[in-house]
Nanobody, 128 residues
């Protein structure tokens, strides 16, 4: 069974930084994608970044491009969030999907329907 645990959320002032972690267990494939998503109160869940395990290629939503950086190491994925803004306040989730290593990694991995496995979420609150 695949399990994901996020950590690193919290309260941060505008302009500050946080690093979220997503630790996975139970993944048996060498090829997988990890996505980071967020959901603000009253809004739909938004895909903000994803990474391909094999070549570390990445995609970002325009809303976070240049401020957030996704990375991964062994069984943990990270989301470094810099220059945080109040609109970044949300519950952040990581998700994972096993992939065929020969298939094309594309920006569609920013869509939540690509992912069968999800973490429980971690709250990020940015205050001014």
């Amino acid at each position: 069974e695949v399990q994901l645990v996020e950590s690193g959320g919290g309260l941060v002032q505008v302009g500050g930084s946080l690093r979220l972690s997503c630790t996975a267990s139970g993944i048996t494939s060498d090829y997988y994608a990890v996505g980071w998503f967020r959901q603000a109160p009253g809004k739909e869940r938004e895909g903000i970044s994803c990474i391909n395990s094999s070549d570390r290629s990445t995609y970002y939503a325009d809303s976070v491009k240049g401020r957030f950086t996704i990375s991964s190491d062994k069984n943990t994925a990270y989301l470094q969030m810099n220059s945080l803004k109040p609109k970044d306040t949300a519950v952040y989730y990581c998700a994972v999907v096993s992939r065929d290593g020969r298939s094309w990694f594309h920006s569609g991995y920013l869509r939540e329907e690509m992912y069968p496995y999800w973490g429980q979420g971690t709250q990020v609150t940015v205050f001014s």
